[in-house]
T-cell receptor, first 112, second 113 residues
Framework: AQSVTQLDSHVSVSEGTPVLLRCNYS??????LFWYVQHPNKGLQLLLK??????LVKGINGFEAEFKKSETSFHLTKPSAHMSDAAEYFC??????????FGAGTRLFVKA | DGGITQSPKYLFRKEGQNVTLSCEQN?????MYWYRQDPGQGLRLIYY???????QKGDIAEGYSVSREKKESFPLTVTSAQKNPTAFYLC????????????FGEGSRLTVL
C-alpha cells in the first residue's frame, strides 16, 4: 500500500532564507514522486518529479528535491525564499499507473 | 495551448439543487479525475475514468455522479444527496504514456447557501 506524509502542516521562513518542506512516503512499488504547488483558488502546478532517474531532481522556480530510498524521503528545498513562493505544497506518490496518493499539504509562509 | 478547462469558476446553489461542473481537456489524455479539496485535508478522489464510457468510484463518491461520453469531457454532478457539498473541486487528467503526472484545471468553488 502507498502512503505519503508531509511532516509539517505550516512552515514559515523569512525572505532570502532557505526553504525545507519534508515528505516521507511508503510504497510497495518503485514509485514516482512529485511536488506540486497551489496558489489560492488555483489548480495545482507541477514543481518537479522523480521517476527513477537521477535522485536529485531540479524543478521550476529554483526548487529541488532529493529522493532517498533508505530514508523513504523526498524533501523539497530552495536555497532562498521569495515572497512569491508563499503557497501550499503537496507531495504526491504514484505507482505509475492511475493510483495517486496526495499528502495533506504544507502551507509555506514567507515573511518580508 | 493545450490544457484543462473547468467551469464555472464560482458557483452558488441552494440546498436541494443538483449542479453540474464542467471539465474539458484538449491534451488527448486517456484518464480524467475529479478531486474534492477542503481546508487542511489535501485532495480526495471522487471519481475517475480511464476510458470513454467507463468510470470508477473514488474514495468519496457518495452524492456525486459523472459521465464520460467523450474523451475530452468529464462532467461532475453534485447531487442533493451530497450532505456537505461546499468545497473546491479540481479536475485532472493524465495518459498511460506518462509517469503518473497529473495535469490540473483551475478549479471550481461551489458554495451551498
Amino acid at each position: 500500500a502507498q502512503s505519503v506524509t508531509q511532516l509539517d502542516s505550516h512552515v514559515s521562513v523569512s525572505e532570502g532564507t532557505p526553504v525545507l518542506l519534508r515528505c516521507n512516503y511508503s510504497s510497495s512499488y518503485s514509485p514516482s514522486l512529485f511536488w506540486y504547488v497551489q496558489h489560492p483558488n488555483k489548480g495545482l502546478q507541477l514543481l518537479l518529479k522523480y521517476t527513477s532517474a537521477a535522485t536529485l531532481v531540479k524543478g521550476i522556480n529554483g526548487f529541488e528535491a532529493e529522493f532517498k530510498k533508505s530514508e523513504t524521503s523526498f524533501h523539497l528545498t530552495k536555497p532562498s525564499a521569495h515572497m512569491s513562493d508563499a503557497a501550499e505544497y503537496f507531495c504526491v506518490v504514484s505507482d505509475r499507473g492511475f493510483k495517486t496518493i496526495f499528502g495533506a499539504g504544507t502551507r509555506l509562509f514567507v515573511k518580508a | 495551448d493545450g490544457g484543462i478547462t473547468q467551469s464555472p469558476k464560482y458557483l452558488f446553489r441552494k440546498e436541494g439543487q443538483n449542479v453540474t461542473l464542467s471539465c474539458e481537456q484538449n491534451l488527448n489524455h486517456d484518464a480524467m479525475y475529479w478531486y474534492r479539496q477542503d481546508p487542511g485535508q489535501g485532495l480526495r478522489l471522487i471519481y475517475y475514468s480511464q476510458i470513454v464510457n467507463d468510470f470508477q468510484k473514488g474514495d468519496i463518491a457518495e452524492g456525486y455522479s459523472v459521465s464520460r461520453e467523450k474523451k475530452e469531457s468529464f462532467p461532475l454532478t453534485v447531487t442533493s444527496a451530497q450532505k456537505n457539498p461546499t468545497a473546491f473541486y479540481l479536475c485532472a487528467s493524465n495518459t498511460f504514456a506518462n509517469t503518473g503526472e497529473l495535469f490540473f484545471g483551475e478549479g471550481s468553488r461551489l458554495t451551498v447557501l
